[in-house]
């Protein structure tokens, strides 16, 4: 008779506390299988059996029959997700069992618990560095609803994991808000990844100080949040810190409903944060506010006070390391941010708050508008860049109908609430003014430590009681601009202690008529009843229109409110008009001072250049009564009768000359190509083109000399309509090409 044998055994959780003797063999009862021991290891080693792990894995073809599978030792590897060869079907997976029962919950993707299965056991795959959001389910065709999936996937990513997804578009609304918690991971995709939430709420960060996040290749559709901080709490909430984070390839796009819409909302104390290519457009809420992006704490949780171990923003380049800046962002687009709905002071298309160093560099601001006529009210606080208690550079930027109130607003608050206001750099910005007419200016301020230079202001139209640039506070440098056609009452405004507008150039070319009455073109109104050191030195004026305002007019003005205050260090020096032709009511003076006592004022020096036959009061205090020159401290010189310089015109091409240096060159009247020929290359002399027309205009320099990097006699082509180009000599017969807004291209 046969004899049985019987060997000890046990469940697998009971293998894995027990040590057996050397040489002994126990039988494992959830996986059949045998255990050998050594007297040392617990749970011992388990033998191979026929079929198992050196032979190939078993192959089930979709999550369903994986989820229908027994128990087996072999791993089992799934060929999709919904179906073979859909590339969600991911590595490897296990069978775990011996768990307490709900030890293992079923997140469809790397863990999968059978079909009536009491989470006891489980088919796993261990999430690595990367996962890729398809394995769990994520459907980058629209089809399948992939809210859940996304959420699932983050769930399970650990610290310091990417998301990965393939490009396609996702379907977000069975589960908008999704929350994106934990430091150190990332969502990537190598192409674009188009999350549609449905109208819901997109991704927000964790109510939690959180560090090392990187986003790129999203793009956010339909979402009245779509990148954000958590909206559920209370605004003291939002005084946690988001670090080291960086957006690049991000886009934001199209919602329209109820609520305050925002693009990207990091309202958290923030460091280290950079945004390289990035877009936001089509935003309108219909109730409330618009935002495009906004970063930093608003109200009593904000700070600016530097914390030495702060100290490693990123630099320039992007690159972690520096102390150059907290915040950059970089490449940035904001298109059409609409406010619809209530009267409301938050539509803004960037909005600044509370950094203490920002970086804004190559972005573009277009039509930002707070909207619901008659109720004028409504335009209030609607700005293209809204700039609050910053220190930074804002460069290379161009602005079109971006603020129905401004196109940006610097602001500076109480220390209270958002810190002292830093120093301010707006730098080789250009603004046009097609459709949307701020009621404020261009630029506007309420605190001053800024500087607005080398940059251009087209079409600029103003409201009536509005300024081009509104800076009537201390440390205000405005500086190498060119204002084209402005239609302004007041193209200037400043009155703070040490501020300087020096070296601008006004264009009025022909077809161009301001018709706001009481102009100043420079005015000036002191808030103080001391103040000192105002200068203007080294302006220029170019008319070749009419000047047909409906009351007086003043190239330089002040216009006294109230009691007069007293004023030290006034300059006005080296102011060149060229070309005035008045037509309309009313006088027109080159500098009109409204004092009681000009005489008591300290330190004044005027100097007035006028280029052209001019008959009107040149210098003029109160409404009616003209001063004499000795009035002023300091002197007063006066040129007149000059002859009226070359005529510029580009209807039909034009032949430049050396004296035109500094000119504006439009195409506006053309319609043909229209080639204008510089003049001999003199160091100093320089030349701006604008293409306003749509026909090729060609900048060709004498037959010897050169353009950039063009051969002798070629010509330089602009290609791109409402492009502007700029040329320069510092070499003797050759020309710089300074800067290029559009294409351009070389004569063959």
């Given at each position: 008779?046969a004899?049985e044998?019987k060997?000890?055994?046990?469940?697998?959780?009971?293998?894995?506390?027990?040590?057996g003797a050397?040489a002994?063999?126990?039988?494992?009862?959830?996986t059949n299988?045998l255990v050998?021991?050594?007297?040392?290891?617990?749970?011992?080693?388990?033998a191979?059996m026929?079929?198992d792990?050196?032979?190939?894995?078993?192959?089930?073809?979709?999550?369903?029959?994986?989820?229908?599978?027994?128990?087996?030792?072999r791993?089992?590897q799934?060929l999709?997700?919904y179906?073979?060869?859909?590339g969600?079907?991911?590595?490897l997976?296990?069978?775990k069992?011996g768990a307490t029962p709900?030890?293992?919950?079923d997140?469809g993707g790397?863990?999968v618990v059978?079909?009536?299965?009491d989470?006891?056991?489980?088919?796993?795959?261990?999430?690595?560095?990367?996962?890729r959001a398809?394995?769990?389910?994520a459907?980058p065709t629209?089809v399948i609803p992939?809210?859940q999936?996304?959420?699932?996937?983050?769930?399970a990513?650990?610290?310091?994991?990417t998301?990965?997804?393939?490009?396609?578009?996702y379907?977000?609304s069975?589960s908008?808000n999704?929350t994106l918690?934990?430091n150190?991971?990332a969502?990537?995709c190598?192409g674009f990844?188009?999350f549609?939430f449905?109208g819901?709420?997109?991704?927000?960060?964790?109510?939690?100080?959180?560090?090392?996040?990187?986003l790129?290749g999203l793009?956010v559709?339909n979402?009245r949040i779509?990148?954000?901080?958590?909206v559920?709490?209370?605004?003291?909430t939002?005084?946690s810190?988001k670090?080291?984070?960086t957006f690049?390839?991000?886009?934001?796009?199209?919602?329209s409903g109820?609520g305050?819409?925002k693009?990207?909302e990091l309202?958290?104390?923030v460091?280290?944060?950079?945004?390289d290519?990035?877009?936001?457009?089509n935003?309108q809420?219909?109730?409330?506010?618009?935002?495009?992006?906004?970063?930093?704490l608003k109200g009593?949780?904000?700070?600016r006070?530097p914390d030495?171990?702060?100290?490693?923003?990123h630099g320039?380049d992007?690159?972690?390391?520096?102390a150059?800046s907290?915040v950059i962002l970089?490449?940035?687009?904001?298109r059409?941010?609409?406010a619809?709905g209530?009267?409301?002071s938050?539509n803004?298309?960037?909005l600044?708050?509370?950094?203490?160093?920002?970086?804004l560099?190559?972005f573009?601001i277009?039509t930002?508008?707070?909207v619901?006529?008659?109720d004028?009210t409504l335009q209030s606080?609607?700005e293209g860049l809204?700039v609050r208690?910053?220190?930074?550079?804002?460069s290379?930027?161009h602005?079109?109908?971006?603020g129905?109130y401004?196109?940006?607003m610097?602001k500076g608050?109480?220390?209270t609430?958002y810190g002292p206001?830093?120093?301010?750099e707006?730098?080789?910005?250009i603004?046009?003014t097609?459709?949307v007419e701020?009621i404020?200016g261009?630029i506007a301020?309420?605190r001053?430590?800024?500087?607005?230079?080398?940059?251009?202001?087209i079409?600029?139209?103003?409201?009536?009681?509005g300024?081009?640039?509104?800076?009537r506070?201390?440390?205000?440098?405005?500086?190498?601009?060119i204002f084209?056609r402005p239609?302004?009452?007041?193209l200037v405004?400043?009155?703070?202690?040490n501020?300087?507008?020096?070296r601008?150039k006004?264009?009025?070319?022909?077809?161009s008529i301001?018709e706001?009455s009481?102009?100043?073109?420079f005015?000036f109104?002191?808030?103080e009843?001391s103040?000192?050191?105002?200068?203007?030195?080294?302006n220029?004026?170019?008319?070749d229109?009419s000047?047909r305002?409906s009351a007086n007019?003043?190239i330089?003005?002040n216009?006294g409110q109230?009691?007069w205050?007293?004023i030290s260090?006034?300059?006005?020096?080296?102011l060149d008009i060229?070309?005035?032709?008045k037509v309309?009511?009313g006088?027109f003076r080159?500098?009109?001072?409204?004092?009681?006592?000009?005489s008591s004022n300290k330190?004044w020096?005027i100097?007035?250049?006028c280029h052209?036959?001019f008959?009107s009061p040149?210098?003029?205090?109160g409404?009616?009564l003209?001063?004499?020159f000795?009035s002023f401290?300091?002197?007063v010189?006066?040129?007149?009768?000059y002859?009226?310089?070359?005529?510029i015109?580009t209807?039909?091409g034009l032949?430049?000359?050396?004296s035109?240096?500094?000119?504006?060159?439009?195409?506006?009247p053309?319609t043909e190509?229209?080639t204008?020929?510089?003049?001999?290359?003199?160091?100093?002399?320089?030349?701006?083109?604008?293409?306003?027309a749509?026909?090729?205009?060609?900048?060709?320099?004498?037959s010897t000399?050169?353009i950039?990097?063009?051969?002798?006699?070629?010509y330089l082509?602009?290609d791109?309509?409402n492009s502007v180009?700029?040329v320069?000599?510092r070499i003797?017969?050759k020309?710089t090409l300074?800067s290029a807004t559009g294409?351009t291209?070389?004569?063959?």
């Open positions: 008779m004899g044998l060997l000890r055994r046990g469940t697998t959780q009971q293998h894995e506390v027990f040590t050397e002994e063999v126990t039988v494992d009862t959830d299988s050998v021991h050594d007297g040392n290891t617990p749970g011992g080693n388990r191979l026929n079929g792990s050196d032979a190939p894995p078993r192959t089930v073809a979709t999550i369903a029959e994986l989820r229908a599978l027994r128990a087996t030792n791993p089992v799934v999709g997700y179906k073979a060869g859909d969600g079907g991911g590595p997976r296990v069978y069992t709900g030890t293992y919950i997140n790397s863990v059978p079909e009536g299965g989470g006891s056991a489980a088919w796993i795959f261990a999430t690595a560095k990367k996962v398809e394995e769990f389910g459907d629209g992939s809210g999936r996304v959420r699932a996937a983050l769930g990513l650990p610290d310091g994991a998301l990965e997804f393939k490009p396609g578009t379907d977000m069975d908008p999704v918690a934990g150190n991971k969502l990537v190598a990844a188009v549609d449905g819901g709420l997109g991704f927000r960060f964790a109510e939690e100080d959180q560090r090392g996040w990187h790129e793009e559709v979402s779509g990148i954000g901080r958590d559920s709490g209370s605004p003291a939002g005084n810190l670090e080291d984070f690049k390839r991000i886009r934001i796009r199209d919602y109820p305050i819409a693009g990207i309202e958290n104390r460091r280290n944060i950079l945004l290519d990035v877009s936001v457009q935003i809420s219909t109730t409330s506010a618009a935002l495009g992006i906004s970063v930093g009593d949780n904000a700070t006070t030495p171990e702060e100290e490693h923003a320039e992007g690159t972690v390391g520096s150059e907290a970089n490449n940035i687009r904001i059409n941010i609409i619809a209530a009267a409301t938050e803004h298309g960037i600044l708050n509370g950094s203490w160093r920002v970086i560099n190559n573009t277009e930002v508008k707070n619901n006529p008659p004028s606080g609607s809204y208690a910053m220190d930074g550079i804002v290379n930027g602005l079109v109908d971006a129905s401004a196109y940006i610097h608050e109480a220390s609430t206001l830093g120093e301010v707006y730098d080789n910005l603004f046009r097609i459709n701020p404020l261009i301020s309420t001053g430590n800024y500087r607005v230079h080398h940059s251009r202001i079409d600029a139209r103003v409201s009536d009681e300024s081009v640039i509104h800076g506070q201390d440390n205000v440098r405005i500086e190498d601009n084209i239609r302004a009452r007041r405004f400043v009155g703070g202690n501020t300087h507008v020096a601008n006004v264009y009025f070319p022909q077809g301001n706001a009481s102009t100043r073109l005015s109104n002191p808030t009843d103040t000192s050191g105002i200068v203007f030195d080294d220029a004026i170019f008319f229109a000047w305002g007019n003043n330089i003005a216009i109230g009691s205050p007293e260090d006034l300059v006005i020096s080296k060229f070309g005035l032709h309309g009511v006088k080159l500098v009109r001072i409204d004092a009681a006592d000009p330190n020096k100097s007035v250049n052209t036959p008959r040149v210098i003029e205090h409404v009616s003209p001063v004499t000795e401290t300091g002197g010189s006066l040129r007149a009768e002859p009226t310089p070359h005529e015109t209807g039909t032949g430049l000359l050396i035109d240096t500094g000119a504006v060159i439009s195409n506006r053309a190509i229209v204008v020929t510089l003049p001999y290359a003199i160091p100093g002399t320089e030349f701006t083109f604008m293409r306003d749509p026909y090729a205009l060609r900048v060709s320099p004498r000399e050169s950039g990097a063009g051969e002798p006699g070629k082509q602009m791109a309509d180009l700029k320069r000599c003797q017969g020309w300074e294409a291209s070389y004569e063959a």
